[in-house]
């Protein structure tokens, strides 16, 4: 069976091309995030359509042969991210990202913090969708009075194909308008709001094929959340955590059943099967480079490259790098990203080596958090790519890191979704096999043994600066 896949992230729409197992092709079109006034992080909801037109027709040239022999669409997509849209399915407001931090005055609007998270699996900040929701029934009433539809990417798109508006529960679950039996929070204007919740692989015909030249006759599986799919995609397990290295960095496990003792600094949302998934999101990855590059002029690839050749500790130079706040698994908002140890004898390949402890410190933090079985760390994303990555999160975690030859598991998570109609059927070993195993390098261990030790001090001082 021939497939085509999105992939709906925060920065870019990916579009893949499986021919049975096989991918044949992968395509993107970036997505631009604005930054209007501070901790607002918008997007045009348009360019979430435009992005998957372009992906889509630079598949279609990649391989035209296999683009016409497509019979299905699945589709991965960014959580916590929406906008309002008309009947006709035309956005009233700008796009508001997951990252944006602007209803931080309305989270109290959702009651005793441990209440919230108990009922929901969602931690009650300025990121979650309720708090937001909340924000603009406050500051934009007329737009939200208009709206028929809050809608994310995903569920715009496959709208506009089929004639459908609906979503999933993995995408549902991580709104905070839920509790984690699936009940619906709320009045009854918001609920008239959102898109009826149905199952992660219910079909639907593509009544419109033609908006994206796709062949006629074909139907889409609804699919389901990046980090839902991302564990599909790597076969992550209770005792074998994914971490993820994209524009940010998560920490997911899948239970087959509700988590009796859940931490207290992580998050829980639906999984496909009926189960669970928890979760520990980073403040940034990728991010983080794209930023050092606007500052140095260097691109974020040229970074990332000049940061293997410094040693571990980067010099003595530590990075907090807490650019949308300390996330996981500090939850601590108003805290802000830092460089310690700074000298005149830094430059950019030191901080960019800092930048990549940083982030591997607050991951392997995430993972004692929510894994503290003893078992191999799956490792995706962009990040997957670089075995420096691979052998700094083995020495900090003294876990095997898993590399699958496909580091983009979201995309396999999305093709999976589909696999019950495959003949014969299809695993995330046939899509994704392992490519290898980065075991805990025992120098490296003991090197990273004292810049663990500092970056906790340094963190708790940090942090108890915070008002």
């Known amino acids: 069976m021939t497939v085509l896949t999105f992939d709906f992230g925060t920065s870019a729409t990916k579009v893949g091309l499986w021919s049975a197992s096989t991918l044949v092709a992968l395509t993107r079109a970036p997505v631009e995030t604005r930054h209007p006034a501070p901790g607002f992080a918008e997007q045009d909801p348009e360019a979430w359509w435009r992005a998957a037109v372009d992906a889509v027709s630079a598949a279609r040239v990649a391989a035209p042969d296999a683009f016409a022999q497509v019979r299905t669409v699945g589709a991965s997509t960014a959580r916590e991210t929406f906008a309002c849209f008309d009947r006709q399915l035309r956005p009233l407001t700008p796009g508001i990202v997951w990252s944006d931090a602007r209803a931080g005055a309305e989270v109290a609007t ?13 931690l009650a900040t300025a990121g979650c969708c309720a708090a937001k929701i909340a924000w603009l029934r406050a500051h934009e009433p007329d737009r939200f009075r208009d709206a028929a539809w809050l809608l994310g990417p995903r569920d715009l798109v496959f709208a506009r194909l089929t004639g459908r508006v609906q979503t999933d529960p993995t995408v549902a679950s991580r709104t905070g308008l839920y509790a984690l039996d699936g009940t619906l929070l709320g009045d009854d204007a918001l609920a008239a709001r959102l898109a009826p919740v149905v ?3 219910e079909p639907a015909p593509v009544a419109h094929p033609n908006l994206l030249d796709l062949p006629a006759d074909i139907i889409a599986v609804w699919g389901a959340g990046d980090r839902a799919c991302e ?19 998560n920490v997911s496990v899948p239970h087959p059943g509700p988590v009796a003792a859940l931490p207290s600094t992580a998050q829980v949302s639906r999984m496909v099967d009926g189960g669970y998934l928890v979760e520990a999101g980073l403040s940034v990855a990728g991010a983080a480079f794209d930023w050092l590059a606007s500052l140095t002029g260097r691109a974020a690839d040229e970074l990332v490259a000049a940061a293997v050749a410094v040693p571990p500790g980067a010099d003595g130079l530590l990075a907090f790098p807490w650019l949308h706040g300390a996330r996981a698994p500090w939850w601590q908002p108003d805290a802000r ?20 402890e940083g982030i591997a410190l607050d991951a392997a933090r995430s993972v004692e958090l929510v894994s503290p079985a003893a078992g191999t760390v799956m490792l ?14 083995a020495a900090l975690t003294g876990r095997p890191v898993t590399r699958r030859r496909l580091d983009d598991a979201a995309s396999v998570g999305a093709r999976l979704l589909v696999a019950p109609a495959d003949e014969p059927p299809v695993t995330a070993e046939d899509l994704n096999p392992v490519a290898d195993v980065e075991a805990p390098d025992a120098a490296l261990v003991d090197a990273y043994r004292p810049v663990r030790a500092a970056s906790d001090a340094l963190a708790a001082a940090l942090l108890r600066r915070v008002p």
Do not use: Q
């Open 110 to 122: 959702l009651g005793d913090p441990a209440a919230f998270r108990a009922r929901t699996g969602v």
């Open 199 to 201: 199952s992660s692989v």
């Open 231 to 249: 564990a599909i995609g790597v076969a992550a397990a209770a005792d074998t955590p994914l971490v993820s290295f994209g524009t940010t960095a």
């Open 337 to 356: 990203a830092a460089f310690t140890g700074l000298t005149a004898a830094h430059g950019p390949p030191e901080l960019a080596r800092a930048l990549l």
């Open 380 to 393: 995706a994303g962009a990040g997957a790519r670089n075995p420096t990555w691979a052998a700094i999160l």
